[in-house]
Antibody, heavy 127, light 110 residues
Framework: EVQLVESGGDLVQPGGSLRLSCAAS????????INWVRQAPGKGLEWVSY????????YYADSVKGRFTFSRDNAKNSLYLQMNSLRADDTAVYYC????????????????????WGKGTTVTVSS | QSVLTQPPSASGTPGQRVTISCSGS????????VNWYQQLPETAPKVLIY???QRPSGVPDRFSGSKSGTSASLAISGLQSEDEADYYC???????????FGGGTKLTVL
């Protein structure tokens, strides 16, 4: 079964740090890019970060740039989100999501989408 | 404030057809394909439409997507009670170098 399982969510004080993990199984992990997407309580989806299959390209949302670091270990089929200088507005469910990238010969264009999502892990930043 | 703009709510009765709009700009919808995600209560999002109008296997053909210029829309025909969920549009933004989402539309089946 194709699966992503997040872990590491916890209650942490403002200014603290946390490391989230995402374990992949059931597919060839090292050919897929992965994203982190978060959802604050009662709010919509917010993209956090992207990492390419080889880790050569990493992007961050402005809201986390300089505080979060996304990495992956293809030998362990795992991804990590190191979160530092946490703030109250980082409180959210964090999902990791696999990104499929392909080419449409009909329209001659590339497309990508998040096709596999984990169930999420909850991060609460509060004193 | 989300980069992509969706109506916060939509509703319809069983059997009706409803549409949800998604408005963006030249750097996101205008340049890249649009995906739609469905999030049932207390669950993770699931891809409903990818590449503007493609359905993954298992998604009923009651769901359809379209895109024109810097806008996109999701149509749901033959509305069913199990369609009650939050729906999000998303596209890659070339200026931000990241995915952007709409604020989400809560669909209520009356």
């Amino acid at each position: 079964e194709v699966q992503l399982v997040e872990s590491g969510g916890d209650l942490v004080q403002p200014g603290g740090s946390l490391r989230l993990s995402c374990a992949a199984s059931g597919f060839t992990f090292n050919i897929y890019a992965i994203n982190w997407v978060r959802q604050a309580p009662g709010k919509g989806l917010e993209w956090v970060s992207y990492i390419s299959s080889s880790s050569s390209t990493i992007y961050y949302a402005d809201s986390v740039k300089g505080r979060f670091t996304f990495s992956r270990d293809n030998a362990k089929n795992s991804l990590y989100l190191q979160m530092n200088s946490l703030r109250a507005d980082d409180t959210a469910v964090y999902y990791c999501a696999r990104e499929t990238y392909s080419y449409s010969h009909v329209g001659s264009f590339y497309y990508s989408y998040m096709d596999v999502w984990g169930k999420g892990t909850t991060v609460t930043v509060s004193s | 404030q989300s980069v992509l703009t969706q109506p916060p709510s939509a509703s319809g009765t069983p059997g009706q057809r409803v549409t949800i709009s998604c408005s963006g700009s030249s750097s996101n919808i205008g340049s890249n394909t649009v995906n739609w995600y469905q999030q049932l209560p207390e669950t993770a999002p699931k891809v409903l439409i990818y590449s503007n109008n493609q359905r993954p296997s298992g998604v009923p053909d009651r769901f359809s997507g379209s895109k024109s210029g810097t806008s996109a829309s999701l149509a749901i025909s033959g509305l069913q009670s199990e369609d009650e969920a939050d729906y999000y549009c998303a596209a890659w933004d070339d200026s931000l170098n990241g995915w952007v989402f709409g604020g989400g539309t809560k669909l209520t089946v009356l």
